[in-house]
């Protein structure tokens, strides 16, 4: 039973952690970044946003600006985000096509 209460926790982690992602992504990332991602939001175009679509940034370094914000822009690090958090809306972004 062991076995397959773990085996279950790690089926059911993965599309866990994509789904809050996509749901911490609109929370906290939609006003700014559009609901897809491209920017094309009043917010958006305000503060120049670029489309974060095939972003070059690795999930590493997208969790980072989540987290720290990026320097000389308006980009301020997010609020309210556990580090799991950040990671799981990061790793959203990374495959936002
Ligand atoms: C208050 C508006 C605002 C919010 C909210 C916001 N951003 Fe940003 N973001 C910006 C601006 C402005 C920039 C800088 C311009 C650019 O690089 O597109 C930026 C840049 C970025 C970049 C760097 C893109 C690059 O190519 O260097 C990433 C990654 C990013 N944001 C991710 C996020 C994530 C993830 C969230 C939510 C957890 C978020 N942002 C929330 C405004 C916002």
């Given at each position: ?35 897809d991602g ?13 489309s974060l679509l095939g972003t ?36 959203f972004v990374k495959g936002l096509k």
């Open positions: 039973m062991k076995t397959l209460a773990a085996a279950l926790a790690l089926v059911l982690a993965a599309p866990a952690l994509a789904e809050d992602g996509a749901a911490l992504f609109k929370a906290k990332c939609a006003s700014c970044h559009g609901p491209k920017g094309e939001v009043p917010m958006g175009k305000a503060l120049k946003v670029k070059k940034l690795t999930a590493a370094e997208i969790e980072k600006v989540s987290t720290d914000g990026k320097p000389g822009t308006k980009m301020m690090a997010v609020k309210g985000l556990s580090a799991e958090q950040h990671k799981a809306v990061a790793a």
